[in-house]
Nanobody, 119 residues
């Protein structure tokens, strides 16, 4: 088991900022990739941003220039700094990780944290 625990969601006005965190724990040998996904009401889950073990990042076009993904490898923690938030950013944000446990890779998800951006 590799629990992913997210925090940092909440209610913010348009133009504001939030910082999400995701802490991975358990018997992790290494983390290949971590990322943030989001799911708005009535919509499919979509990629927000990912970061690999060599710090290569990838962003959805809709968040480029506003969101920044980063990690602290010493703490197995992932962050998402969200600036200039828009109402359309309202969604449940999920942390995802591809981790090496013993001798196999696992794809794991957090429970999600709600971000609500008001007009």
């Amino acid at each position: 088991q590799v629990p992913l625990v997210e925090s940092g969601g909440g209610l913010v006005q348009a133009g504001g900022s939030l910082r999400l965190s995701c802490a991975a724990s358990g018997s992790i040998r290494s983390i290949e990739r971590m990322g943030w996904y989001r799911q708005a009401p009535g919509k499919q889950r979509e990629l927000v941003a990912t970061i690999t073990s060599d710090d290569s990042t990838n962003y959805a076009d809709s968040v480029k220039g506003r969101f920044t993904i980063s990690n602290d490898n010493t703490k197995n923690t992932l962050y998402l700094q969200m600036n200039s938030l828009k109402p359309e950013d309202t969604a449940v944000y999920y942390c995802n990780a591809r981790v090496l446990v013993l001798f196999r890779y696992l794809e794991v998800w957090g429970q999600g944290t709600l971000v609500t951006v008001s007009e």
